[in-house]
């Protein structure tokens, strides 16, 4: 498509449970970005993806956060065992290509409420 | 290091008026992103400015990018109502591909 696509819209979890979101990029982009906006004013990079190959995971907390490009699906981001302090707004982003081209388009966010 | 670190962080503006917020950053830089985020909503791309561009126009949009002093400028001219938004800069740093983002300018336009 013409947008990047992020479902769903709000996801709301008890701590402990499972939380998959998922985000599919602009039609002919290689690269999909994850973000976590915590507060109001504030992003944190989580992971980047050339195609279905992870380019930069230095923002991921690895114990509980996992994500995935797979061929011919839409990308996911799943984070086991939620905690209170994961409620947050995640966005996904995607380009067409890196360097000085890195134009990132981002998608409407998924809300993830943990309870 | 915080990257994009927005200066003023609230701006409330006539319609009509221009609204002009800045962005400094740390390091060297692929190049800088300028986007509005209505509240609750998503990131809007306003547009890009390149490490080798000066300034970019993009409708009643001016972006402008000091390299040297590592800061950008948006001026947004003949605001309008719908113009209310916080807008975030982000800077996309050489040798990898993530955005770092400001905090945020909130402007609010009085119609």
């Known amino acids: 498509g013409e947008e990047v696509a992020q479902t769903p819209k709000h996801l709301v979890r008890g701590e402990g449970q499972k939380a998959k979101l998922y985000c599919a990029p602009i039609?002919?982009?290689?690269?999909v970005f994850w973000y976590q906006q915590v507060l109001k004013n504030e992003f944190k990079f989580l992971i980047s993806?050339?195609?279905?190959?992870?380019?930069?995971e230095t923002g991921m907390p690895k114990e509980r956060f996992s994500a995935k490009c797979l061929p011919n699906s839409p990308c996911s981001l799943e984070i086991q065992a939620t905690k209170l302090e994961d409620s947050a707004v995640y966005f996904c982003a995607s380009s067409q290509s890196s360097g000085v081209y890195n134009e990132q388009f981002f998608g409407p966010g998924t809300r993830l409420t943990v309870l | 290091s915080q990257q994009g670190e927005e200066d003023p962080q609230a701006l409330s503006i006539q319609e009509g008026e221009n609204a002009t917020m800045n962005c400094s950053y740390k390091t060297s830089i692929n190049n800088l992103q300028w986007y509005r985020q209505n509240s609750g909503r998503g990131l809007v791309h306003l547009i890009l400015?390149?490490?080798?561009?000066r300034e970019k126009h993009s409708g009643r949009l001016r972006v402008t990018l000091d390299t040297s002093k590592k800061s950008s400028s948006l001026l947004i001219t003949a605001s309008r109502a719908a113009d209310t938004a916080s807008y975030f800069c982000?800077?996309?740093?050489?040798?990898?591909?993530?955005?770092?983002f400001g905090k945020g300018n909130q402007v609010v336009v009085i119609p």
């Open positions: 039609k002919g982009h290689s690269y």
């Open positions: 993806f050339q195609n279905e190959n992870v380019f930069d």
């Open positions: 400015i390149r490490s080798n561009e």
């Open positions: 982000a800077t996309d740093g050489r040798g990898n591909n993530r955005l770092a």
